[in-house]
């Protein structure tokens, strides 16, 4: 089928040519510029490592970075917890199972700038619902600032992804429907409880797959930025500015160019940290049997 | 025993009635004051005391042009799932079906882009897209997003191709059919269900999209919904109920195609995440 060899180097040629455009170009030109003073409107020069050093003596850079870190954190631990919880819960199959994976999927699924939009209404300090139910349970005039207050901005920014773990959930879900059932009727014939089943059974089961949902978790903490901008765009001060967030400032704010692409190449390798860090943890690519 | 059973079953109704209250809740209170008065908002009564007004969504396209943003939102993410879906499915047939030199050079230089977060590329697809003449044009994004989607999607349709039975082809061939005639009439009636898992995904990521709509695009003519929110968030602030519908109006979309096509994006998301 050598004939082919054409018609295989023209099916590949569309995807490689896209990949380049969006990724190759992007990856050669982050890198490349991240050893310059490139900013709008001024000829380049060659600084070497200057951007790397600068940006470590910027505070709100490393703030970005501690916050960042510490979503990082909380993504892993407890926003895998409440998903792994979720699908022991679902994989009871009961009646509400469908239902259940429905709305829990829906902050999800729906575009983050929404999301962002309807947190913003719902703990708006006039009218918002969080407020009015504090009014309504006895506090008069309670009005806090939820996003903006300093001290309570950062864990309302959290609070917009933390709990919505249905994607963790579904990708337990699947796996737990490769299981052989035998093997959970061995345990309830040797007298172990629902509980102990999960504890001793299933869990050690889905070590891989909690273990790539951690990997997707902790590095979707590198994208947010939709919801932070909508809701407090770093703020109040630097308060829950990230990593992307800083970016976009430096880059389109202050058209700093070459400073916004270093700070991209320590993004790219914070994720590769975590990922690399998450497979050991977990022990994964290390086959069990 | 009994008592633990009980106390068991109240945990389980506690948490999944929090979880399930926080993921809909905010949805469900913002689509119910979406129909009130401003007054009505602000004094937080409930129930419709005025009956349900409609006043809002109106306001909401006036004081946007969200028709425009409906529309471009529409051509973007249609143009993006299908330029996503055809490249790719070529692409992975070549990859799955055949060996060639380097093939699994370039299977590890692809699988390189789900290491690379989005706002890493910001300038630099920012300078890319400006420099092509694509930029504040909906072709640019398309392109863009038909990129953001090339590792799901090549994932899903390979790991599809490889279930099928190479039989399939080799009779097609030995009737004389050619490559291309093999691969539209014989591999993709069949590759439907990958079809659809990838297009369900990559539909609601150029749906959704935010950050790059925001940065690649100036001016109303190519805004995209989600962008209606942020630059409006200012001229809705006077105006709640406006605000509400407008939100309700980006967020529908994207409700509606979960539930019509729910097992799709829960096979999708299963698959597309076991590349490890």
């Not at chain 1, 990724?23 to 490592?49: E, K, M, N």
């Not at chain 2, 809909?24 to 009956?51: D, M, Q, R, Y």
Request: charged residues 10%; positive net charge; hydrophobic residues 55%.
């Amino acid at each position: 089928m050598s004939h082919n060899k054409k018609w295989i180097v023209l099916f590949l040629l569309p995807a490689i040519i896209l990949f380049s455009f969006v990724y190759a170009i992007s990856l050669i030109v982050l890198i490349g510029t991240s050893f310059t003073d490139w900013s709008i409107g001024s000829s380049i020069h060659f600084v070497g490592i200057k951007n790397y050093i600068d940006l470590l003596r910027t505070p709100d850079f490393i703030k970005s970075i501690l916050n960042t870190l510490i979503w990082i954190v909380l993504q892993s631990t407890i926003h895998i917890g409440i998903g792994v919880i979720f699908a022991l819960i679902l994989a009871r199959k009961k009646w509400y199972f469908k239902m259940a994976r429905t709305a829990f999927m829906i902050p999800n699924i729906i575009s983050s700038a929404a999301l962002g939009m309807l947190f913003l209404c719902v703990f708006n300090p006039q009218f918002g619902a969080v407020n009015n139910l504090i009014r309504l349970f006895g506090v008069k005039n309670f009005s806090h600032n939820w996003f903006m207050d300093p001290r309570t901005s950062f864990i309302t920014v959290t609070l917009t992804w933390l709990p919505f773990a249905a994607v963790v959930a579904i990708l337990i879900l699947a796996e737990m429907a490769s299981v052989d059932e035998g093997i959970y009727e061995a345990a309830k014939v040797d007298g172990a409880s629902e509980f102990q089943t999960n504890i001793y059974v299933t869990l050690p089961m889905m070590k891989n797959i909690i273990g790539t949902a951690t990997v997707l978790a902790a590095t979707s903490m590198l994208q947010k930025l939709d919801i932070i901008m909508i809701t407090t765009s770093g703020g109040p001060g630097n308060r829950t500015l990230n990593m992307p967030m800083f970016i976009y400032k430096t880059a389109l704010s202050q058209n700093n160019f070459s400073l916004a692409n270093t700070a991209g190449v320590y993004l790219i390798a914070l994720g590769l940290i975590s990922v690399v860090l998450i497979n050991k943890i977990y022990g994964m690519g290390k086959s069990d049997v | 025993m009994k008592y633990l059973k009980y106390m068991n079953q109240l945990l389980i109704f506690i948490f999944l009635t929090l979880i399930i209250g926080i993921s809909i809740g905010p949805f469900l209170w913002v689509f119910f004051s979406s129909f009130k008065g401003n007054s009505e908002i602000l004094s937080s009564v409930s129930g419709f005391p005025n009956g349900l007004k409609l006043k809002n969504y109106i306001t909401a396209f006036q004081m946007a042009p969200l028709a425009r943003f409906y529309i471009n939102s529409i051509i973007v993410a249609i143009g993006g799932t299908l330029l996503n879906l055809v490249l790719l499915s070529m692409a992975a047939y070549a990859m799955a079906r055949f060996d060639f030199k380097g093939k699994n050079s370039l299977k590890l230089l692809l699988s390189m882009a789900l290491l690379v977060p989005g706002a890493a590329l910001l300038q630099p697809l920012y300078i890319t897209v400006k420099t092509t003449g694509l930029y504040d044009s909906l072709f640019g994004l398309v392109i863009v997003y038909a990129g953001f989607g090339l590792p799901t999607t090549l994932y899903i349709m390979m790991s599809y191709f490889l279930t099928l039975p190479k039989e399939l082809e080799e009779s097609a061939y030995l009737d004389g059919a050619s490559f291309v005639n093999t691969f539209v009439k014989i591999i993709l009636p069949v590759a439907k269900p990958a079809f659809s898992t990838a297009g369900v995904l990559q539909f609601l990521l150029c749906w959704n999209e935010f950050q790059f709509a925001l940065t690649l695009t100036t001016g109303n003519n190519n805004r995209t919904l989600p962008l209606a929110l942020y630059y409006f968030k200012s001229s809705f602030a006077s105006d709640y109920g406006a605000m509400f519908a407008a939100t309700v109006l980006v967020t529908i979309p994207s409700i509606i195609v979960y539930i019509a096509l729910q097992e799709h994006v829960v096979s999708g998301l299963a698959a597309g995440s076991v590349k490890g």
